[in-house]
């Protein structure tokens, strides 16, 4: 499975980015995509999370209200709206799959798949 995330970019506090991520390779379903992302000098953190069939979504309570995850399955993609971006927002955002359940939705160690990361940066 590749994964190849973009969207990133420059953008001012209380803007917008979407993220997409487009998934190739794969010949049978998943269990999760995620979005996790890692700021300068910090861990990687669970960002948002839906379920192969776009039945379930989770989310950070940082980005509860403002982030809005969403895939696409006929074109194999991921897509994640940010709204009402905070300076705290800027970090390296990265997609990921998980073949099977896990720990769980939240958790970094049940994706077995990553993409390489797309910069968001917001400036107050």
């Known amino acids: 499975v590749q994964l190849q995330a973009c969207g990133g970019g420059l953008v001012q506090a209380g803007g917008s980015l979407r993220l997409s991520c487009a998934a190739s390779g794969r010949t049978f379903g998943g269990y999760y995509m995620g979005w996790f992302r890692q700021a300068p000098g910090k861990e990687r953190e669970f960002v948002s999370a839906i379920t192969w069939s776009g039945g379930s979504t989770f989310y950070a309570d940082s980005v509860k209200g403002r982030f809005t995850i969403s895939k696409d399955n006929a074109k194999n993609t991921m897509y994640l709206q940010m709204n009402s971006l905070k300076p705290e927002d800027t970090a390296v955002y990265y997609c990921?799959?998980?073949?099977?359940?896990?720990?769980?939705?939240?958790?970094?160690?049940?994706?077995?798949?990553w993409g390489l990361g797309t910069q968001v940066t917001v400036s107050s």
């Open positions: 990921a799959e998980a073949d099977l359940y896990g720990s769980g939705p939240t958790t970094r160690a049940t994706y077995n798949h």
